[in-house]
């Protein structure tokens, strides 16, 4: 099974700057038939359910703005919040979908 | 706009089965583009994914999971369901029914998830 991991475990970012998540497969989930690296994001703020942002590593889902961006390849992958909002406080999850669908655990993200 | 909606019991007792039905309205539940699946959240953790089904009724499961694990879909009614045997306090979580967009590896398996349930608390507990 491929095994997430994320860090930080949280991160507190002042209002305007940016915000830096990482993520680890155990595998690679770059899928050589495609060139797709089979990675999504997810913001969860509290009492709601998950919400997807961002697939294929680096496309943003419709409605979610341009200050996210996802990157990487491979087992390394980033996700960045370019301009701290104060509705991005929530914690945020990769997730890979190469094998049986697996999250890593979480980065908390709050305003310093 | 598709809307997803878990129903079940919200107390079951330790070594009973857990049982949970999602409805799907607003978008059909017989689309080849989607898988339909369980996501868990215990209080305060992270998200664990118990398994997936396609409208014909093929399942993918989290091995962790495999044996207590059983899900079934009726198109007819648009819903899928879940039933987890034998459950313990670690299954004490919130539920969330959810809607994954179909990917290809060696063959169509449940990719990252469009849409969520609002999902639902089971406390496991006598």
């Known amino acids: 099974d491929i095994v997430m991991t994320q860090s930080p475990d949280s991160l507190a970012v002042s209002l305007g700057e940016r915000a830096t998540i990482h993520c680890k497969s155990s595998?690679?989930?770059?899928?050589?038939?495609?060139?797709?690296?089979?990675l999504a994001w997810y913001q969860q703020k509290p009492g709601q359910p998950p919400k997807l942002l961002i697939y294929?590593?680096?496309t943003r889902e419709s409605g979610v703005p341009d200050r996210f961006s996802g990157s990487g390849s491979g087992t390394d992958f980033t996700l960045t919040i370019s301009s701290l909002q104060a509705e991005d406080v929530a914690v945020y999850y990769c997730q890979q979908y190469y094998s049986s669908p697996a999250f890593g655990p979480g980065t908390k993200v709050d305003i310093k | 706009q598709l809307q997803l909606q878990e129903s079940g019991p919200g107390l079951v007792k330790p070594s009973e089965t857990l049982s949970l039905t999602c409805t799907v309205s607003g978008g059909s539940i017989s689309s080849s583009g989607y898988y339909w699946g369980w996501i868990r959240q215990p209080p305060g953790k992270g998200l664990e994914w118990i398994g997936s089904?396609?409208?014909?009724?093929?399942?993918y499961n989290n091995a962790a999971l495999k044996s207590r694990v059983t899900m079934s879909v009726d198109t007819s009614k648009k819903q899928f369901s879940l039933k987890l045997s034998s459950v313990t306090a670690a299954d004490t979580a919130v539920y969330y029914c959810?809607?994954?967009?179909?990917?290809?590896?060696?063959?169509?398996?449940?990719?990252?998830?469009?849409?969520w349930g609002q999902g639902t608390l089971v406390t496991v507990s006598s």
């Open positions: 089904i396609y409208y014909s009724g093929s399942t």
């Open positions: 959810a809607r994954h967009i179909v990917v290809v590896v060696a063959g169509p398996g449940p990719g990252p998830v469009d849409h």
């Open positions: 294929w590593a680096s």
């Open positions: 595998q690679n989930v770059l899928y050589s038939s495609n060139n797709q690296n089979y």
